[in-house]
């Protein structure tokens, strides 16, 4: 394939049919606009209606965005073509030449009909796309005429594997075949290894059946007994030599026991991590390449295919059966699942690809795809058959908008490598290289940072993903100020040169320098545009939600007013565990434990000090119990309701003292609604208080929007602690992240479900390889993650740093183990480019006094 054409600018972007575009973006440059000016371009120049036009994105939220960015641009573009003020924007620009070319009145109709059709145009999520096509296109779809309520297919998921383990639970004597191999995993890694199975697109690799055949051939063995006897080692009782023998006997022994297997695979393997220790030195001076040596790494994979056989095929036996079993349990229930919808449509296509991709292509001859890089290999194969012909040419036009950058969505089934083939493809490039979103001395230390901390965004040096200097907007003026003197270096790297030796020690104590921090930045005299900063204007970002709750408390104390937004489930909060231990006293009055704990919570309001006195004061007992007692039966006269509203008010005055008491009173009122909804569900309050008890242990992994935490309107005037993902597609005045030197690598026992690009698909594997690859594209996602990270700000970042070399359990880290972070400062600190950045400041300590 020829290189793509380079196009500068928006106005050249070719968008006649038979081509592919390629938009790739940076974190505040502009896609949105862009987008609704392509937009405006596709009604007027290739005089498309709204109905014809698909602009899809990632959620319901950024649809509707759209929607309305596209809508307000087609009634700037009607006023300006009436007569208004047209300014010197590249839009308007455009609009002007068009109107000299005497099309005022025709663009005018257009555009009146276009505003006249919007709502019914394809803007939306790729999902919702889906949906449409079966709603829209039954027969060629093959889709029942009524497709049925859309569910989030999670919980069945959950139920289904519940039944499997309930199933090989009860089977009586010992299991057998597949549920043999499955028992022995256990419940929590085979609820792991079927979860990431039944992803969409995932198939599980099965074992290599060569490498199986040629450990059970006697010959085999036999020639293994012969090649290390021929060999010289270093000493009789090598370990090479040693683990040789005994994959040899192993062969000799009928290859059978699986487990032994993979004993042998790693006991080979770690004999191999000095390998020219283990042979003659003779042997070493005369041979260029030694052939046991090539054997003995060969052997490693062959020996692990042999152990992982038996578990890989139990997983692609039960992956079957349980997408079987979720189709069936949809279809009887009439509903249809996120994951359904995208399959079923891509079926749909592969099966009837040409009537179904023709049909579609008739009726939306382009496609304007943004966040692109959050797309799965499912919904890009789903595009791709739309937007190509039967014999593999090109149809209509696809414009993909992304920003690699911020593809940090690999845990909800985001693909880089789909996108990296998508951009293979495309015959146009268009790069936004300009940040209007970023005052220019912040976008000017961004520029330093990556030029000397390394622009590739990998521990590969070669890895495609980069990230290259952007131009700042000449026209930002609004400028961060602290005691009226301009910020000329709005981006701080405070690194702490000795910091306490535990890790949740040192989270603890850059958790407190942050509350310390904002509490200095707000007394500091610090303004924005000359407007003094205010609680509002500040973020800080953490990876994990806990960090957030903590540091909430944390500034609570400090008189701080601040929010974890995002959506979080209202089961998760402290009130919902309060509520669970009051509702159990109440149903249990007589349980002096459950009465003591009820007491110690805010909501029962008793200290130490009153509890303790208990023990001895009768009275004060006896008024408890009576409390707890009449709490009861308020519930069974009147209902949940009535009881979490009478505890709001037994516990008003030290509700109201807190500094969260808008949101206590908010997240309360609002789990008593929902108990009192679903106790119409169940048959007694130890049913309900069962259902509170499991909708807890969901907790933040809920998402459902009635029992997601309800943003109440003094929110927006708060201290905004958002996790890193929840960031993504927000900016804020001055952001702080205390804690991206935490955020390393998980374990070792993560499932690798990667790209093959054989066949395009995800696949299963479990073999060192794959679990070593899926670390390194986990810390390529992390790399992103920084960069998301970084890019919020609009005026200044504050980043803690530690040691970048310090050591983990006595030894240094190294990729993919570490923090990016730390892997950029070490580059820093090791160029001469560390010297030529005038808009970084770097600082020792958490200097902060405690406030």
């Known amino acids: 394939?020829?290189?793509?054409?380079?196009?500068?600018?928006?106005?050249?972007?070719?968008?006649?049919?038979?081509?592919?575009?390629?938009?790739?973006?940076?974190?505040?440059?502009?896609?949105?606009?862009?987008?609704?000016?392509?937009?405006?371009?596709?009604?007027?120049?290739?005089?498309?209606?709204?109905?014809?036009?698909?602009?899809?994105?990632?959620?319901?939220?950024?649809?509707?965005?759209?929607?309305?960015?596209?809508?307000?641009?087609?009634?700037?573009?009607?006023?300006?073509?009436?007569?208004?003020?047209?300014?010197?924007?590249?839009?308007?620009?455009?609009?002007?030449?068009?109107?000299?070319?005497?099309?005022?009145?025709?663009?005018?109709?257009?555009?009146?009909?276009?505003?006249?059709?919007?709502?019914?145009?394809?803007?939306?999520?790729?999902?919702?796309?889906?949906?449409?096509?079966?709603?829209?296109?039954?027969?060629?779809?093959?889709?029942?005429?009524?497709?049925?309520?859309?569910?989030?297919?999670?919980?069945?998921?959950?139920?289904?594997?519940?039944?499997?383990?309930?199933?090989?639970?009860?089977?009586?004597?010992?299991?057998?075949?597949?549920?043999?191999?499955?028992?022995?995993?256990?419940?929590?890694?085979?609820?792991?290894?079927?979860?990431?199975?039944?992803?969409?697109?995932?198939?599980?690799?099965?074992?290599?059946?060569?490498?199986?055949?040629?450990?059970?051939?006697?010959?085999?063995?036999?020639?293994?007994?012969?090649?290390?006897?021929?060999?010289?080692?270093?000493?009789?009782?090598?370990?090479?030599?040693?683990?040789?023998?005994?994959?040899?006997?192993?062969?000799?022994?009928?290859?059978?026991?699986?487990?032994?297997?993979?004993?042998?695979?790693?006991?080979?393997?770690?004999?191999?991590?000095?390998?020219?220790?283990?042979?003659?030195?003779?042997?070493?001076?005369?041979?260029?390449?030694?052939?046991?040596?090539?054997?003995?790494?060969?052997?490693?994979?062959?020996?692990?295919?042999?152990?992982?056989?038996?578990?890989?095929?139990?997983?692609?036996?039960?992956?079957?059966?349980?997408?079987?079993?979720?189709?069936?349990?949809?279809?009887?229930?009439?509903?249809?699942?996120?994951?359904?919808?995208?399959?079923?449509?891509?079926?749909?296509?592969?099966?009837?690809?040409?009537?179904?991709?023709?049909?579609?292509?008739?009726?939306?001859?382009?496609?304007?795809?943004?966040?692109?890089?959050?797309?799965?290999?499912?919904?890009?194969?789903?595009?791709?058959?739309?937007?190509?012909?039967?014999?593999?040419t090109p149809r209509g036009r696809l414009v993909m908008i992304g920003d690699p950058k911020q593809a940090i969505y690999r845990f909800r089934g985001g693909d880089i490598d789909a996108y990296l083939a998508a951009r293979a493809v495309a015959d146009e490039h268009m790069t936004l290289a300009t940040n209007f979103r970023s005052a220019p001395a912040y976008v000017a230390a961004l520029n330093e940072l990556y030029a000397a901390g390394g622009r590739v965004l990998s521990a590969d040096p070669a890895h495609a993903i980069r990230c290259d200097e952007v131009a700042a907007d000449p026209a930002r003026r609004e400028a961060c100020t602290a005691a009226g003197v301009a910020c000329v270096q709005p981006l701080q790297i405070h690194l702490l040169e000795a910091p306490p030796d535990g890790q949740e020690e040192r989270i603890e104590a850059a958790l407190a320098a942050c509350a310390n921090h904002i509490v200095a930045l707000l007394d500091g005299g610090h303004a924005i545009g000359g407007v003094p900063l205010q609680p509002r204007n500040i973020a800080v970002l953490a990876h994990a939600r806990r960090h957030l709750v903590r540091l909430r408390e944390l500034l609570h104390r400090r008189r701080v007013p601040c929010v974890v937004p995002g959506g979080a489930s209202v089961f998760a909060s402290e009130w919902a565990r309060e509520l669970q231990v009051l509702l159990y006293a109440a149903l249990h009055p007589g349980d002096v434990r459950a009465l003591r704990a009820a007491l110690a919570t805010r909501l029962g309001g008793h200290n130490w000090q009153r509890l303790r006195a208990l023990g001895t004061d009768d009275p004060a007992a006896q008024q408890a119990g009576r409390w707890v007692h009449e709490l009861g039966e308020l519930w069974r006269r009147r209902g949940v309701l009535a009881l979490v509203q009478a505890l709001i008010e037994h516990a008003g005055a030290a509700l109201r003292a807190g500094a969260d008491h808008e949101r206590a009173l908010t997240d309360l009122r609002h789990l008593g609604e929902l108990l009192q909804e679903h106790s119409a569900q169940v048959t007694g309050g130890d049913e309900l208080l069962a259902w509170l008890a499991r909708q807890r242990e969901a907790g933040d992994a809920r998402r459902e929007g009635d029992e997601r935490e309800l943003r109440i309107e003094s929110d927006t005037a708060r201290v905004s602690l958002l996790t890193l993902h929840a960031s993504k597609g927000l900016e804020f005045d001055i952001v702080l992240l205390p804690l991206m030197w935490a955020h390393a690598a998980p374990g070792n026992d993560r499932v690798a479900v990667l790209h093959d690009a054989a066949s395009g698909t995800r696949r299963l594997r479990l073999d060192a390889a794959a679990r070593e690859r899926e670390r390194c594209e986990a810390q390529d996602e992390r790399h992103r993650l920084l960069y998301v990270a970084l890019t919020r700000a609009r005026h200044a970042c504050h980043v803690y740093a530690l040691p970048p070399t310090r050591t983990q359990r006595g030894t240094v880290a190294a990729d993919p183990q570490r923090a990016p972070l730390d892997a950029m400062l070490e580059r820093l600190c090791a160029t001469p480019q560390r010297d030529a950045m005038p808009h970084v400041r770097r600082a020792t300590g958490w200097p902060w006094p405690q406030a």
């Open 1 to 392: 394939m020829s290189a793509p054409r380079s196009v500068p600018d928006w106005r050249l972007l070719g968008l006649e049919p038979g081509g592919r575009s390629l938009i790739e973006a940076s974190a505040g440059t502009g896609k949105t606009w862009t987008i609704s000016v392509l937009y405006l371009r596709l009604l007027l120049e290739r005089a498309l209606s709204p109905r014809q036009i698909v602009v899809a994105t990632f959620t319901e939220a950024a649809a509707q965005e759209l929607r309305e960015r596209i809508r307000a641009r087609i009634g700037w573009a009607l006023a300006r073509l009436a007569g208004g003020d047209e300014g010197e924007d590249p839009a308007a620009q455009w609009l002007r030449a068009r109107r000299g070319q005497a099309q005022a009145g025709v663009d005018a109709a257009r555009l009146r009909l276009a505003l006249a059709e919007l709502d019914l145009a394809p803007i939306g999520t790729l999902h919702g796309l889906c949906r449409r096509i079966l709603h829209e296109y039954p027969l060629a779809s093959r889709a029942p005429l009524r497709l049925g309520e859309l569910v989030d297919g999670a919980q069945l998921e959950q139920e289904l594997l519940d039944d499997l383990w309930r199933t090989l639970a009860q089977t009586a004597g010992e299991p057998t075949g597949h549920a043999a191999v499955a028992w022995s995993l256990g419940r929590r890694t085979l609820d792991r290894y079927l979860r990431e199975a039944l992803a969409p697109g995932v198939t599980v690799a099965p074992a290599d059946a060569t490498a199986q055949a040629e450990l059970a051939d006697p010959a085999f063995a036999q020639r293994l007994h012969a090649q290390v006897a021929a060999t010289r080692f270093a000493r009789s009782n090598s370990a090479l030599r040693t683990r040789l023998l005994e994959v040899a006997d192993f062969a000799a022994a009928g290859a059978a026991d699986r487990a032994h297997a993979q004993v042998l695979a790693e006991g080979l393997a770690k004999a191999l991590e000095q390998p020219h220790k283990q042979f003659h030195a003779s042997l070493l001076q005369t041979q260029a390449h030694l052939p046991m040596l090539e054997q003995a790494q060969r052997l490693v994979p062959v020996l692990e295919a042999a152990a992982l056989a038996p578990t890989l095929a139990a997983l692609a036996h039960y992956q079957h059966e349980l997408r079987a079993r979720i189709h069936a349990r949809l279809a009887s229930a009439g509903e249809l699942s996120f994951n359904a919808l995208i399959e079923r449509v891509q079926a749909a296509l592969h099966d009837n690809a040409q009537d179904l991709g023709a049909l579609l292509h008739a009726a939306w001859p382009v496609a304007l795809v943004d966040e692109f890089q959050d797309t799965d290999a499912l919904q890009y194969d789903i595009l791709d058959r739309i937007y190509r012909a039967g014999d593999g």
